[in-house]
Every structure is written in C-alpha cells, then in structure tokens.
C-alpha cells in the first residue's frame, strides 16, 4: 500500500528518504553510541542518537518505563537536571583542507555545542536545523564533541523558547520535558563545496506545469557549479551554471533556483488523495557534479472556495472547501498528535506506519496534525500530501485579542457565539443535537482503553474508574463525572446501583470498583463510537444541502483524535497499545465513500434515510431496502420496504422518502432499523443499523448468544474467523488473547444474520489457534 502519499495532510509527519551525495564530499555520521551525565556526574550512562534522556536513562536501567504507573511523576528530577551528552570522533586532516561542518537536524532546545573544547554555538528552537562550521577546530586524531542541555523546566520558567508544547503535558498526555539529540547529527567533511539539499515548488498556469527549484551549497571562495535536474519518466532534463562568491577563509552558504515549465506534451498525471485516484509520484534527481540526490515529486492544484453562498443574500455568508485538481473535496479524517513523548526513530517510524495504515484502511483523505508538535515547514513544504499549513480551529483567543483586524465583530456579539457553540447540553446520539458548520475540524468524546491495554501500563490493583493511578491519568478537567453521566444516559446502569439517581452515579462504589471497569471501558467505547458516528453522517448529509438560512454546504469532518502517547482516557480511536477501538471500525463505515444512513427525524416521527456519494461520478439504478426488526423477534424483520433510485449524483449527499411512520418516541426501543444499498446488479454496496438511543430500556436478554465458529489461517498474516449467533447480537466483539499488530476487517459490528465471516489481518506473522479467539456483545462483554 502507498501509504506515505495516499492521504492529504495539514501538517505532514511522514521522512521522505535521500540520497547520498558523492564524493567530493563526505558524510561522517555522529549518530549512534553518546555517553551522557547530569551536572553533578551522579548519573550517567551510555544513550543513542538520536534519542531523548528518557529513553536513555531507561534503556541503561536507571529508571523504570517511563510511561508505568505513577512514573509521570516519580520521574520529574529527570526533568529539573542539566544534562551533557558526549562523543569523539576520529578524523585525518589531508594536504588539501578540506571544509568541516556539523548538520545538525533538531536539538532539544537549549543546547551548548562545543567542539574541542571549544563554545560553537547555542541553541534556542527545536524546530529548526543548524549548520556548525568547526573547520578551524578540527584536529588530526580524535575529536571531542560535547554538548550540554538546560533544564527546559527551570529556563521556561523564566521564558518561552521554541520547544514542542505537549512535552509539558496536555489534557490527552503526561509531562515529560525531554532534552537531548532528537534527530539526525552528521559532520560534513567536503572540499571546494557541498551539495546540501534542493526543494521545488510547481504552479500550474493557463494549462502548463511551471516548477522552481532552489539548491543551497556550502562552499569556501568563488567558484562555478552546475546543477542539472532530471524527471526521468518525463524526458525533462535541465540544467544551469551559478557562480559562488565568499573570501577563501569562510564557509558560505549559497541558495540558487532554476526554473522551468514543463511541456503540455509531456503533462504530468495529477497526484489524488486517497479515495479520489493514484497519488502519482514521479522520481526526481538533481546533481552537482558527482553528488547526486534523489527524491519523489508529485503535481496537485489546490484551491480554497470562500464565495457567498448566495450572493444575493451576503448575510448568509460564505462556503469554506477545497478543490484538488479542480475537483471539490469532503475532508474526511481525524487529527494527529505526536506518536510518542520520545524520540526513538526507529519506534516511532514504525508506530507511524501502522497508523497511516489503519488511516487509509477506513478510507480517510484527510489528516490535520495538531500544532504543539514539532514545526517541520522546510523539510514537508514541497511534499504532494500537503493541503495547507496552519488549519487552526481555536481562534476565538486570538479574535478577542485583537490578534488581527476583525471587521463587524462585536464583542458582545463574540461572547454570544461563545456561548452558543461551547455551552451547549444534548444527547449526542441525536442527529439535531447538532449545528451545521462550513467545516467541523475537531470534535469528539473521550473512551477509555480496554484491559488488556490498560494493564500493561499499570497494577491491576489500580484497574478501577477512581483509583489514585487511574485519577492521574484523566487530565481532562471535570472527565470523572462528565463521562459516567454521559455514558449512562445511554447504557444501563448496574443493578448493584438500584437507588442512585443518574446524577449522582458516581457515588456508586460498585461502578468505580475494578469489577466494573472492564465492562465500563467496554461502554465508553460504544458510547464514543456511536457519538463520532452520529456527529459525523449529520456534517456528511449537508454535504450539497444548505438550509433557508444558509446554513449547511458542510466540506469537511475530522474528529478529535487518532492515536495515543500513554494508556489512559483520551479521544482516541486507536489506543497506546496500537489497537483499534470500536471508534475506528466505525469510522470505517462513516467515512464509506459510498453510504447509506437513517435516522429518527424527532420532528415529524419519520425514519429519514440518506444516500452519501462521495465518488467522482454518478450511482445509477440503486435500491435502497429498508428492514425493522424487534428485538423480541429473531432475525426476521416485522416490516421492510425497498425504494428504487434512479441516479445519485456524484459529489452528492440525497435523501429518501421513506414515510416510515412511528408512533411516540418510546417505539425506538423496541426495534432496530438496517437501511442497505444495493447496486444496480443486486451487490451490497453499504449498510447501517440505527440502534436505540436510550438502550437501557431494551432487555439485554432478547440479544443472541453470540459465539466463535470456524477459524482458517489464509496465510502468515491473515486468519478468518467465523460468528454465529441465534438472535440479533448488538455491538459484536472479537477479541485475540495473543496480542498481534494489525486489525479485524470489522468488529464492534450489529450482527443481524446467524453467520458473519470476518478476517484478522496482521502486519508481522503471527501463529493463531481457534482458542486464541473470543467474542461477546452488549448482553455479556466482560461482565
């Protein structure tokens, strides 16, 4: 899978590879093997490059995991300490002095760099390279590199510096203010000049492609270089002379450009999101003289639409999407936060991958990356996967303010809109709970980790809702009680509750004791899923749709938030342990490129139906079949209508008469309603169960006994798992006791036919046996 370029991103945190640049330039890598200490000496040990101090002291056995239990805090001297860490490198100085310079890719932050015992430089941001020159330092035999880091806590106190803000904790993480060499740290050794790196631009213009590339080259005095720019599969090549000027005893950094359009005959194919075609990449290779690097290109148009939604109404305001290649596009996706509180390369490329993966699988175009993170505008400004820098969503700060000129904006008029937006009470299972935005970049509710996630992390004696443990790890104010109650508007509670009024819940031992917590995490994950669900088909439905006051043309939905940096309550979909939640096999099935939804249309007691088509082209001759079942009858529906429909339009949300009538709210209880989309030779295309809202009132005891049937391995990776069961079976689970790096094609699913085969896919092989599986439901998941 070509995951790296199949997603549209806000912010980017995929490495793009280069290539080596040859000889008359040398690269000596530093990375690897550093000893460090703190300032009195009383700690040391040997750490890796790049790397973090944490991760260091663990590796070298001075500390526990860092992320076990109560060590978030146990830990906090590591982050009052100054820290040194050290190397020497052995280097031969030829007849011919050559230039010597060391690439530093990021420091973790304020960092002394000495060389021979000699200050070099300081640093102050973590989010920007620096380039030593030590030429006139370096010695034959064995260099002494030294480079020592502050205490982030003690220097913050006193001012703020360009250091990664989730490092001191937010409401989805612990503080761990690392320090140390997070990145790559190279000394470039070359002679007359060095080819650094290049970067490239393209603008497409009255139907041709124009590119700029810029090439930065360290060099001493003047001289002349060429760089020549190849797109092999295009037939481009070109290519161009610059002279360099600096005094013969200083290092000069130079950056030249070389533009050129390319020929309508030879128009590159567009690079496309993932759902909307290839993410075509071309190969690209620039060299000066025999340095050579090589990396991937790719050509999109982006265009952001702000015109009036009716320009004869301005009030009513403007649209707010984006057009890729010309074509508008609905942002489907969620938001990205840092893989890890640590620096590990290796690890974390690896977390990366798998989530890019499970990003992709349920059919996501969209990533906006969280900004307390790592600013990496250089490295990713030219990557095709870029939609746009700074998508910022929290600005009614900056407008109250005064950040920047705000035309009729009234402050009273802000404090209303605050309210109205961030003060508002409702069930979150009802589709009109909902406003109708331009564009919903960040919502969600928070779920907690399953057990077996949850106990690799901490005592089982702390495994339960209020322990001491459990309590550190809610960083989200007020999200102890907030989520009991919201979870019980919808589930029921334990009958070892009988007298407590929902209000007061958690008053109720039993319900915040470890005998409750498995069953309760179980909740949290239906409640999310079912939450994300419901918020993001209603953004979806006003996909073409505007009401008579302008409200609607909804483009994009991105929950809040993807992954995890600890075990712990969050708004994760995907847990610490990389597992999916049932939020992310939802999502798989609301971010369905083609779709169909119903709801209960409160307003006029009618079960509304509707068709999302985010495909480039039309849905023709399509069936929708409508089924009502009861909980008390089996599997066979009570009443079922189909609607036949002759074209849905691309790029289109429609909706369906269905004029399915009932009679007071209190009849949802009784039934589930299953809306499937039929193509026009009779193939499934998608299908949807509308469940109560208020499951409490339905008795647990009608749903089937659900149970593991056949399992057959495919091959190393891949194992299908058949279930059956007798009755409908709410929220079906399948759980794997060996834990394996991959996902079920669907879990958390509404069975609704005695038998659903459903395949385990795993990224590393893995030896499964039938006794290795289990599944459970609503009536019986770990009670």
């Known amino acids: 899978m070509r995951w790296p370029h199949s997603v549209c991103f806000f912010w980017l945190v995929f490495l793009f590879q280069s290539g080596n640049s040859g000889l008359p330039s040398e690269i000596i890598s530093l990375q690897g093997e550093w000893q460090f200490w703190n300032s009195n000496k009383t700690v040391n040990g040997t750490g890796n490059v790049p790397g973090d101090i944490y991760s260091d002291l663990y590796a070298s056995g001075i500390i526990d995991n860092p992320l076990y239990g109560e060590n978030h805090l146990n830990l906090k001297w590591v982050a009052e300490e100054e820290w040194t860490y050290h190397r020497k490198v052995l280097l031969h100085r030829e007849d011919l002095t050559p230039g010597y310079f060391l690439d530093i890719t990021s420091l973790d932050?304020?960092?002394?760099?000495?060389?021979?015992?000699?200050?070099?430089?300081?640093?102050?941001?973590?989010?920007?390279?620096?380039?030593?020159?030590?030429?006139?330092?370096?010695?034959?035999?064995?260099?002494?590199?030294?480079?020592?880091?502050?205490?982030?806590?003690?220097?913050?106190?006193?001012?703020?510096?360009?250091?990664?803000?989730?490092?001191?904790?937010?409401?989805?993480?612990?503080?761990?203010?690392?320090?140390?060499?997070?990145?790559?740290?190279?000394?470039?050794?070359?002679?007359?000049?060095?080819?650094?790196?290049?970067?490239?631009?393209?603008?497409?213009?009255?139907?041709?492609?124009?590119?700029?590339?810029?090439?930065?080259?360290?060099?001493?005095?003047?001289?002349?270089?060429?760089?020549?720019?190849?797109?092999?599969?295009?037939?481009?090549?070109?290519?161009?002379?610059?002279?360099?000027?600096?005094?013969?005893?200083?290092?000069?950094?130079?950056?030249?450009?070389?533009?050129?359009?390319?020929?309508?005959?030879?128009?590159?194919?567009?690079?496309?999101?993932?759902?909307?075609?290839?993410?075509?990449?071309?190969?690209?290779?620039?060299?000066?003289?025999?340095?050579?690097?090589?990396?991937?290109?790719?050509?999109?148009?982006?265009?952001?639409?702000?015109?009036?939604?009716?320009?004869?109404?301005?009030?009513?305001?403007?649209?707010?999407?984006?057009?890729?290649?010309?074509?508008?596009?609905?942002?489907?996706?969620?938001?990205?936060?840092?893989?890890?509180?640590?620096?590990?390369?290796?690890?974390?490329?690896?977390?990366?991958?798998?989530?890019?993966?499970?990003?992709?699988?349920?059919?996501?175009?969209?990533?906006?990356?969280?900004?307390?993170?790592?600013?990496?505008?250089?490295?990713?400004?030219?990557?095709?996967?870029?939609?746009?820098?700074?998508?910022?969503?929290?600005?009614?700060?900056?407008?109250?303010?005064?950040?920047?000129?705000?035309?009729?904006?009234?402050?009273?008029?802000?404090?209303?809109?605050?309210?109205?937006?961030?003060?508002?009470?409702?069930?979150?299972?009802?589709?009109?709970?909902?406003?109708?935005?331009r564009c919903a970049s960040e919502y969600g509710v928070q779920s907690y980790p399953l057990k077996e996630t949850m106990l690799n992390w901490i005592d089982k004696s702390d495994w339960e809702y209020t322990s001491k443990e459990m309590f550190h790890r809610q960083h989200h104010p007020g999200g102890i009680a907030t989520n009991l109650l919201m979870i019980f508007q919808h589930l029921p509670i334990p009958s070892q509750c009988d007298g407590i009024a929902l209000s007061n819940i958690s008053q109720c031992e039993y319900v915040t004791s470890s005998s409750y917590m498995s069953r309760l995490a179980y909740f949290s994950q239906i409640h999310q899923a079912v939450a994300l669900k419901t918020q993001t088909l209603h953004y979806r439905r006003f996909r073409n749709i505007t009401t008579d006051d302008g409200l609607g043309n909804t483009m994009c939905a991105m929950y809040w938030q993807l992954n995890d940096v600890w075990a712990a309550p969050t708004w994760s979909s995907i847990d610490f342990d990389q597992n999916w939640k049932m939020a992310h096999y939802e999502a798989k099935r609301f971010f369905a490129n083609t779709a169909v939804f119903s709801f209960a249309d409160e307003a006029d007691f009618n079960l509304k139906v509707f068709i999302l088509n985010d495909n480039m082209y039309d849905l023709k001759n399509v069936t929708v079949n409508v089924q009502q079942l009861s909980w008390g009858n089996g599997l066979d529906p009570i009443l079922t209508n189909e609607f036949n429909i002759s074209v849905v339009s691309a790029a289109s949300s429609q909706i369906v008469e269905t004029e399915m009538k009932f009679s007071k709210l209190n009849d949802l209880a009784d039934f589930l309603y299953v809306t499937t989309l039929y193509n026009s030779t009779g193939a499934k295309i998608h299908e949807d169960v509308l469940v109560p809202d208020f499951l409490f009132e339905v008795d647990f005891n009608t749903f089937g006994d659900v149970r593991i049937g056949e399992v057959k391995k495919i091959d190393d990776l891949t194992y299908e798992i058949t279930v059956t069961t007798d009755k409908v079976s709410p929220f079906t689970w399948i759980s794997c006791k060996k834990p394996f790096l991959g996902w079920f094609t669907d879990n958390g699913f509404h069975m609704i036919q005695t038998l659903q085969k459903v395949r385990l896919i795993s990224k590393v092989p893995v030896d499964l046996q039938k006794t290795d599986f289990s599944v459970c439901n609503l009536k019986n998941c770990y009670v």
């Open 109 to 437: 932050t304020i960092a002394t760099i000495y060389w021979n015992g000699e200050k070099v430089m300081h640093t102050r941001n973590q989010f920007v390279p620096y380039n030593v020159n030590v030429t006139d330092l370096v010695i034959s035999g064995y260099n002494e590199i030294r480079i020592t880091f502050k205490s982030a806590v003690k220097y913050s106190k006193k001012r703020a510096e360009e250091k990664a803000q989730y490092s001191y904790a937010w409401d989805w993480g612990p503080s761990f203010p690392t320090v140390g060499i997070v990145d790559d740290i190279y000394l470039n050794v070359y002679r007359g000049h060095l080819f650094h790196d290049f970067t490239w631009k393209t603008n497409f213009v009255k139907g041709k492609w124009h590119v700029e590339f810029e090439f930065e080259t360290f060099h001493y005095g003047s001289r002349t270089v060429d760089y020549v720019v190849e797109i092999p599969e295009l037939g481009i090549r070109e290519m161009d002379y610059y002279r360099m000027s600096s005094r013969k005893s200083m290092q000069s950094r130079s950056k030249n450009r070389l533009k050129f359009s390319i020929p309508p005959a030879k128009e590159p194919e567009r690079w496309w999101p993932n759902g909307m075609g290839e993410p075509k990449l071309y190969e690209v290779i620039v060299s000066c003289g025999s340095q050579v690097k090589q990396r991937k290109i790719g050509f999109k148009t982006v265009e952001l639409v702000q015109d009036f939604i009716n320009p004869e109404k301005p009030e009513q305001g403007r649209n707010f999407y984006f057009k890729v290649n010309d074509v508008p596009i609905f942002l489907k996706g969620t938001n990205w936060i840092p893989v890890s509180m640590f620096r590990n390369k290796t690890v974390n490329f690896e977390k990366t991958k798998f989530l890019l993966d499970s990003v992709v699988e349920v059919g996501m175009n969209v990533l906006r990356v969280w900004g307390g993170v790592y600013a990496q505008v250089d490295r990713i400004a030219q990557f095709p996967s870029l939609l746009v820098f700074s998508g910022n969503n929290e600005n009614e700060a900056a407008i109250r303010g005064h950040w920047w000129k705000t035309a009729n904006y009234s402050e009273n008029q802000q404090v209303k809109d605050y309210v109205l937006l961030y003060k508002r009470l409702g069930k979150i299972t009802k589709d009109d709970t909902y406003l109708i935005p």
